[in-house]
């Protein structure tokens, strides 16, 4: 009897639909996801700004996937900041533990906490980093 109610109990948890905070997250066509699900869609330097405007607004973790060159990459020993699209834009700064051999130009895939600073600087924290396809 125990058992058949924790099947149930089971059954119910996996089959219920997801919660509002995750369904109000994010567009499926966007570069959002719930926590740290990683997204199928990803934004570029040239659609930033415009997701960047649209970022679900939720106090909950969100994660952000961009593709793009690299166009700065600095390591102090202990982080390693990756930056993505040009100054002028919407920046994008990926906060990590190493460049693993990144170096400017590179195209690379960046996914991560998404945290806006200001109109023109967007820091993904943390953020996995690896070379695009």
């Not at 997204?39 to 997701?51: N, Q």
């Not at 793009?68 to 100054?87: F, I, Q, S």
Request: proline fraction near 7%.
């Amino acid at each position: 009897m125990k058992a058949r109610r924790i099947l149930l109990s089971m059954a119910l948890v996996l089959s219920a639909p997801p919660s509002f905070a995750e369904s109000a997250c994010c567009d499926p066509e966007s570069p959002f996801r719930p926590g740290e699900a990683y997204p199928e869609k990803l934004a570029s330097c040239e659609t930033i700004r415009h997701w960047a405007d649209r970022a679900p607004a939720t106090d909950k973790r969100i994660t952000l996937g961009i593709k793009g060159r690299l166009t700065g990459v600095h390591a102090d020993g202990v982080m390693a900041y990756l930056l993505m699209c040009e100054p002028s834009e919407v920046q994008v700064m990926c906060v990590t533990y190493n460049a693993n051999g990144l170096a400017r130009g590179d195209e690379v895939v960046f996914g991560g906490g998404y945290g806006r600073l200001d109109a023109h600087h967007v820091v993904l924290d943390p953020c996995l980093a690896s070379r695009g396809q």
